[in-house]
Each structure stands twice: as C-alpha cells, then as structure tokens.
C-alpha cells in the first residue's frame, strides 16, 4: 500500500513536471522568436534599460548582447521542449527567472520602464503584468530543476551535441540574418502593404475624440521624464529628448507605436501631407545621421537616386539628424528634398539605421536595410 502511494505520488509529480518544462519551453520558444526576428528593437530596449541604471558605456555592444540573449532564450526554449540535457538548462532558467523577476519588479515600482519588452512588439505588457507573468514562471522553473536535478550536467550524448548545436545555430543565425536585413515578421504599424495616410486616418477615427495621445520623453541631460502633446514640437529635438512611450487615457501604461505619430518637416513647416500624397512611386531613404553614412550605403542611395529621376519617380530624405534649415542634399549628382522626422518614428518605421522604405501613392510596398539592399 505504501508503494502503491509512492508510486502514485512520483507519477503525479513526473507528469506535473512534464507539464511544467513543456509550458516553460513554449514561453521561452515564443519570446525568444518575436524578439530574435527583431533584434534592432531588442537591442533598444536593453539601450533604454542601460541607460536607466545609468551604464551608457555599454551602449556600444547592445547589438551583439541583444542577438545573443533572445538566441540563447529561443535555444533554451528548445532544449527544454526536445529534452536536452534538462538539468543545465533548467538551472540556467531558474536563474534568469530571478533576475528578470527582480528586474520587472523593478520596472514596475522604483525605475520608469512602462514596456519592459519580455515579447518584443508581437505582445506589449504592463511591468506589473510582465512581473506577474515572470512570477508564474519562476515555480515551473523550480519544479523542472527539482525533477532533474540528480543528472549529470555536461554529460552530453552524440544526439544531444548534434541537437544542441542545431538549436545553437538556428538561435543566433536567425538573429543575425534579421540584423542585416529586416524582421521576418513586421509586428509595427508600418508593414508592407499599409497605405500610412489612410492608416492614420482610421486610427484616429477610431480613437474617442475625448482621448488624449500623450508622448513621453526622457531628458538625456537629467534622466527626467517629460509629458508632451502630439501638436507639440520640442519632442522632436532627439539631442535633447529620448522617447520612452506613447498612452493614451484608455490604454494606461500600455506602450503602443502608433501610425498617426508619423510626420515629416523642413525648414518651411509641416511637410507630411506632401509626401503621403506624392503621385506613383517615391523612395524614402531612412538615414541615422547624414554625416555618418557608409560609403557602399551612400552609393547605393546615389545609383536608386540617378535611376529614379531617369524614371520620373521621386525620392526623399528622411532623418532624425537636425537639418540647420537645409532642405535638400545631394545624392547621384542631384539635388534630393531633405526632411526631418522623429527618431522614434524612423526607428519605429524602418528597423535599421539606414535603409529605404518604397511608397507606391502613399502605400509602403517595401522595405530594405542598406547593408543587404540589391538593386535590381
């Protein structure tokens, strides 16, 4: 009688922890591939996270951290799912449940994070949604670990390392290749395929007239946080001011990029509709900083300007960069119009740091990062 309890009491537990590793291994395979294929947003959260506990000079290995963290979470998923060697890769899980615990928590109660990013773009949490979740997660971590933690660690079998090596190489090259060219899913508001004018019309009539768009901003000289209106210029100053979320009085605390943000200036005004309602096809060249621009970029830019005015269609400049009342800037021997846009909204648009956004009257119909583009 005492065996048969025993027993039925490991086989309860055997299946629990079953259960356990594989929801454990789903959240870890889901988060790990929504951020995976958007490493350059990944890498601007942990950008923001850096400069919030105040260590900007890590800044630059963001990139690098960010594509090998969302790869190990992805292949820590897998090897969880497909049981390989469970025992190191639930310690490894139980710990990084503690520290992104103890980091969400901290988000939602002493530091201003209001997205802390646990699944990129594809779903957006509060930080007291994202500790709660991390919270759940914590105890299955345990329970796996408990259940395995009489095997050996290192002792892999040839199957294993051949599984281990795969993962590996499915984890970090999909980060990679999304790093040199665009997010295999486009989770933003600006896919291939939206028309942005009549997207901006549609969400804000879809917004109640009593609901009021807030932009928050960081200070980069004193860290403080600003609230500011839509129709408000200062924001747009990026030397000044890093954006930390958009609410709105219906969706507290909840970060969503929205399509209406978008808009254009130069040195006489407001320059948007201008551009959306451009006839036929207009190249948008989305540039971080124009005096920083690689060279192989810049001649690619100079070769799509030469054959675009030899077609009769229209290009564009497009940068966060302040313009110092310059209008226009020269790319293939021609004169190109130059605007300015915020850098959220290019960073939001086109995840690169230069590239190229195609509009067909008014509709995005595609996107390219400069470092993979081919001309055809």
């Known amino acids: 009688m005492l065996n048969q309890r025993l027993f039925s009491r490991q086989r309860l537990f055997k299946n629990l922890s079953h259960l356990c590793r594989t929801l454990l291994a789903v959240t870890f395979i889901f988060s790990g591939v929504v951020k995976t294929v958007d490493p350059w947003g990944t890498a601007l959260k942990v950008s923001e996270y850096l ?19 969302c790869g190990a979470e992805l292949m820590m998923g ?14 490894f899980a139980v710990c990084s449940m503690l520290i992104f615990t103890v980091i969400t928590f901290l988000s939602a ?46 002792s892999f079998s040839k199957l294993e390392l051949l599984c281990a090596a795969i993962f590996f190489s499915v984890a970090m090259g999909l980060g990679t290749y999304c790093y040199y060219h665009l997010p295999l899913i486009d989770f933003m508001p600006y896919k291939v395929g939206v028309n942005i004018r009549e997207a901006i019309l549609e969400e804000q009539n879809s917004q109640d007239e009593h609901v009021e768009t807030v932009l928050v901003y960081r200070n980069l000289k004193n860290g ?13 100053d990026e030397t000044k001011w890093e954006w930390v979320e958009t609410r709105t009085e219906s969706e507290q605390n909840v970060v969503r990029a929205l399509i209406s943000e978008f808009a254009v200036y130069n040195a006489y005004g407001d320059a948007t509709e201008l551009l959306l309602n451009t006839p036929g096809r207009l190249y948008l060249f989305c540039v971080a900083r124009l005096d920083e621009i690689p060279a192989a970029c810049q001649q690619k830019f100079d070769e799509l300007s030469f054959r675009a ?8 400049v497009l940068t966060p960069d302040p313009l110092y009342e310059r209008t226009s800037i020269h790319m293939g021997g021609l004169l190109v119009p130059c605007y300015n846009i915020d850098a959220s909204t290019i960073k939001t648009m086109l995840r690169a740091r230069n590239g190229v956004v195609v509009l067909d009257n008014g509709t995005i ?7 993979t583009m081919r001309l055809k």
């Open 365 to 371: 119909t595609g996107k390219y990062n400069c470092m």
């Open 78 to 91: 897998l090897m969880l799912l497909f049981k390989v060697r469970i025992r190191m890769v639930s310690i």
């Open 109 to 154: 109660t002493l530091l201003p994070v209001e997205d802390c990013g646990c699944f990129g773009e594809a779903l957006k949490l509060t930080p007291w949604q994202t500790f709660l979740k991390n919270l759940a997660l914590l105890p299955l971590a345990l329970v796996v670990w408990w259940r395995y933690r009489r095997d050996r660690i290192f």
């Open 224 to 236: 403080r946080l600003r609230e500011f209106s839509i129709d408000d210029k200062e924001w747009h």
């Open 51 to 69: 400069t919030i506990y105040g260590w900007d000079s890590l800044q630059e290995y963001v990139m690098p951290f960010s594509i090998w963290m």
């Open 309 to 316: 005015a030899v077609l009769n269609q229209q290009v564009a």
